[in-house]
Nanobody, 122 residues
Framework: VQLQAFGGGLVQAGGSLRLSCAASGRSFSSYAVGWFRQAPGQERAFVAAIGWNVRTTYYGDSVKGRFTISRDNAKNTVYLQMNSLKPEDTAVYYC????????????????WGQGTQVTVSS
């Protein structure tokens, strides 16, 4: 599975961005998809994840109530809607997939996209 994350950019605090993770190479529908982020000098951190059946979603504590993950299996795409952005949300955002069940552990994901930079100015 090849993944491409895009949609990042520069936004002011309080603004919104929507990231997309597009998959190619094989059927996307049986995979769980996670979003992680990594800021300079920090470890990769869990942001959100969604199961193959869209009913199961998880969020990191720092983004609950502000970010929403969703997927469109017909388009082989997962989205991360980010609202009320804060400067501490600044990071490179990565999407990744693993079979069926989403988790918050990045080592349990098999395939990764290249990342997209999100910068939130104060």
């Amino acid at each position: 599975v090849q993944l491409q994350a895009f949609g990042g950019g520069l936004v002011q605090a309080g603004g919104s961005l929507r990231l997309s993770c597009a998959a190619s190479g094989r059927s996307f529908s049986s995979y769980a998809v996670g979003w992680f982020r990594q800021a300079p000098g920090q470890e990769r951190a869990f942001v959100a994840a969604i199961g193959w059946n869209v009913r199961t979603t998880y969020y990191g504590d720092s983004v609950k109530g502000r970010f929403t993950i969703s997927r469109d299996n017909a388009k082989n795409t997962v989205y991360l809607q980010m609202n009320s952005l804060k400067p501490e949300d600044t990071a490179v955002y990565y999407c990744a997939v693993r079979p069926v069940v989403p988790t918050d552990q990045y080592l349990e994901y098999d395939y990764w996209g290249q990342g997209t930079q999100v910068t939130v100015s104060s």
